[in-house]
T-cell receptor
Framework: GENVEQHPSTLSVQEGDSAVIKCTYS??????FPWYKQELGKGPQLIID?????GEKKDQRIAVTLNKTAKHFSLHITETQPEDSAVYFC?????????????FGTGTQLKVEL | KAGVTQTPRYLIKTRGQQVTLSCSPI?????VSWYQQTPGQGLQFLFE???????NKGNFPGRFSGRQFSNSRSEMNVSTLELGDSALYLC?????????????FGSGTQLSVL
């Protein structure tokens, strides 16, 4: 089955700096890669996603890049703010007409310091 | 638009008991998935339902079961509870067929088994 590795497990940055979180996946058939943000006491919230036919996607301060050959994808957050502090999860799945089963990475605790 | 609603928010049970968790998806969403989140194992897929049928199943023992009703609401049941079942149980819903890959999570039910 699919296996997703995520690094680093913790990341501390100064406000205004950039943060990068990296993930690798094992199953070359995976074609969908979402990123989730989880704040304390809440469920994961989808912040950005990318499909395998796209190399990069951007949404304001957040961007995701995908390298299918190397089987890795990354989340980039620019101009970090204190409210970006949370746990971030990457995930991978193979989208078929039969549904969507996500395999998650182990999470990155991001702390944005003032 | 209301989000995914999970009840109850917290549950305390003892070993050997059974428990039923409830999930109401976002209005119009017909697919419901369940995930288990623990500090040690992270987020793991339990099962996915669409149109009252289980479409996918994760690697959990038969003590974990679920069902979906005609109004898309879903329940999951865990029988003969073990200490290791203590976890946050998350429900997610999605549209089908278009946009089915985007999962929207509820805040979860925190189950403690004593």
């Amino acid at each position: 089955g699919e296996n997703v590795e995520q690094h680093p497990s913790t990341l501390s940055v100064q406000e205004g700096d950039s943060a990068v979180i990296k993930c690798t996946y094992s199953d070359s058939a995976s074609n969908y890669f979402p990123w989730y943000k989880q704040e304390l006491g809440k469920g994961p919230q989808l912040i950005i996603d990318i499909r395998s036919n796209v190399g990069e996607k951007k949404d304001q301060r957040i961007a995701v890049t995908l390298n299918k050959t190397a089987k890795h994808f990354s989340l980039h957050i620019t101009e970090t703010q204190p409210e970006d502090s949370a746990v971030y999860f990457c995930a991978a799945s193979m989208i078929t007409g039969g549904g969507n089963k996500l395999t998650f990475g182990t999470g990155t605790q991001l702390k944005v310091e003032l | 638009k209301a989000g995914v609603t999970q009840t109850p928010r917290y549950l305390i049970k003892t070993r050997g008991q059974q428990v039923t968790l409830s999930c109401s998806p976002i209005s119009g969403h017909r697919s419901v998935s369940w995930y288990q989140q623990t500090p040690g194992q992270g987020l793991q897929f339990l099962f996915e339902y669409f149109s009252e049928t289980q479409r996918n199943k994760g690697n959990f023992p038969g003590r974990f079961s679920g069902r979906q009703f005609s109004n898309s609401r879903s329940e999951m049941n865990v029988s003969t509870l073990e200490l290791g079942d203590s976890a946050l149980y998350l429900c997610a819903s999605s549209l089908f067929p278009r946009g089915s890959e985007k999962l929207f999570f509820g805040s979860g039910t925190q189950l403690s088994v004593l």
